[in-house]
């Protein structure tokens, strides 16, 4: 006799409040409500077009590599175009006396609108959809991942103590006790502000590593101290990291001539392997990283915790390993602070950051020579389920092409997550951007990975067409159909 299969899948999608603004409250409540969503984040600001270079881009260039991905709905009639930002509401400043960072005052955007987030929050209630609302970890004002006030005292530092201007992210260093405070006080006054919002999704707690220079993020004077508690002189461990690096491009220069395995073993040869291991001369940074990270979760959970009312949900969400084991992810911190994680397999970026990690490696090398090594990076950082011969399809996909990357490697990414976050539960956060199929077929893959208690977040609303929504809501459906 046939039983009803029940399922405990849920589906969160991620819809900025731009959206709202642009299509109508209830109209996108409508079409999250078909596709089977439960759960919707967005952040606190207004937004509204502005002229060419006025601003920031949208969508995101992602460190210029991003230029080939027009949205899929068009945003007041575009599907590129430049904005301008307000916070959605009045701070209250005195919060913030005496931070060296301050929210960003009301703009013409704040008194025409001032309610936008608590009638989201409203209607959203009315039908059975909580509230999350998403905030940059470490990039203050940290409504918008484009935008960022972060000072030169706090900005990320390489081992040459040099920032890294061609960088795809903004984050400020972690370790810098100015940011943690004003991140901590931007969430308890909207906790406060906004008391029907179920929680929080702080995104990039941890150093995005975008590129192999990004990766080497944190030698900032604000970092010394967790360095020294790993037993390292900072200036003289500088230097070896330094020397390290130069060992590693001198061993991809020679070895990319000669094909992605010689790459390999050369790299191996040169220390490269045992460096972002556990065990090597790395571990110094990942775990003064760790230590960074960890507090400033644990500073956001305590503020969270002071405001009155029921718990409010925390839920960082971050890289996916092997990339989390040299971010800074701190899965103890999580285990304490989190009430879930997000893992992202935001697969167009992979690719690209093949591809960046080889640029790092060779410079402004000869198209084979980057291939190459970008197909080296590929598979030391799991992006594929198979080595490639080559790199050359490893490029950041435009909108017609399925994103260059493996079904298995995602399964495995995700799987390696929820071992290491423990009894934290590990929600899969995919991405809209690319073919319906491609995109159907990445949701999918997600969601069997991990189950019938499967908790996805679909990032989002603005890559997410009529016929995609559609295919989300069958997904949901056939989540429920009998066994």
């Known amino acids: 006799m046939s039983q009803d299969h029940v399922s405990d899948r849920t589906l969160g999608i991620t819809v900025m409040p731009e959206w709202f603004q642009c299509e109508g409250v209830d109209v996108v409540l409508d079409k999250l409500q078909a596709a089977g969503a439960t759960a919707l984040v967005t952040s606190p600001y207004l937004l509204e077009i502005a002229p060419v270079g006025d601003g920031a881009r949208e969508p995101p260039p992602d460190g210029d590599a991003g230029g080939v991905r027009p949205l899929d709905r068009a945003l007041w009639g575009a599907r590129e175009t430049w904005v301008r930002t307000a916070p ?65 005292e706090d900005l990320c530092l390489g081992p040459d103590g040099q920032p890294h201007p061609h960088r795809v992210d903004r984050n400020a260093s972690l370790a810098s006790s100015h940011v943690r405070e004003y991140g901590a006080a931007l969430l308890a006054e909207l906790a406060e502000r906004y008391p029907g919002v179920h929680g929080f999704r702080v995104d990039w707690p ?30 003289a461990y500088a230097g070896l990291v330094t020397q390290q690096l130069a060992r590693w491009q001198a061993a991809a220069r020679g070895a990319a001539a000669h094909g992605v395995p010689a790459v390999r073993e050369a790299l191996a040869a040169a220390g490269w392997d045992t460096f972002f291991s556990d065990a090597g001369d790395g571990l110094p940074l990942w775990a003064s990283k760790r230590a960074s990270v960890g507090a400033m979760l644990r500073c956001y959970r305590q503020a969270l915790d002071r ?69 080296a990076m590929a598979d030391f950082l799991g992006f594929c389920d198979d080595p490639l011969p080559d790199g050359a399809l490893l490029h950041y996909p435009p909108p017609d092409i399925a994103h260059p990357v493996g079904r298995q490697a995602q ?7 929820q071992q290491q976050a423990g009894s934290v539960p590990v929600i899969a956060f995919t991405h809209s951007y690319g073919t319906p199929a491609d995109v159907r077929q990445r949701i999918a893959t997600a969601a069997a990975a991990m189950g019938d ?10 890559y997410l067409s009529d016929a995609k929504l559609a295919d989300l809501g069958r997904l949901m459906q056939d989540a429920e159909t009998p066994a």
């Not at 990690?357 to 020579?369: C, I, M, Q």
């Open 88 to 152: 959605s509401l009045v701070h209250d400043v005195t919060r913030y006396q005496g931070l060296r960072y301050q929210p960003s005052p009301p703009g013409a955007l704040t008194h025409a609108h001032p309610r936008l987030i608590d009638d989201v929050v409203m209607a959203a209630d009315n039908r059975g959809i909580a509230v999350y609302l998403q905030v940059m970890a470490a990039s203050p004002p940290g409504y918008r991942v484009q935008f960022s006030g972060a000072v030169d």
């Open 206 to 235: 941890e150093y995005p590593p975008y590129d192999l220079r990004s990766t080497l993020f944190d030698f900032n004077p604000q970092a010394w101290p967790a360095l020294r508690a790993q037993g390292v002189d900072p200036h």
């Open 307 to 375: 405001v009155s009312g029921p718990r409010r949900v925390l839920e960082p969400q971050v890289f996916p390993p092997p990339l989390s084991n040299v971010s800074g992810v701190d899965w103890n911190a999580i285990a304490d602070t989190a009430d879930a994680v997000g893992v992202k397999l935001y697969t167009m970026h992979w690719p690209m950051m093949a591809r960046y990690w080889a640029r790092d490696l060779v410079g402004s090398a000869d198209g084979r020579v980057l291939d190459t090594v970008a197909a």
């Open 411 to 417: 399964v495995d990414k995700l799987r390696q997550a």
């Open 453 to 462: 208690a499967a908790r996805l977040w679909v990032n989002r609303y603005g």
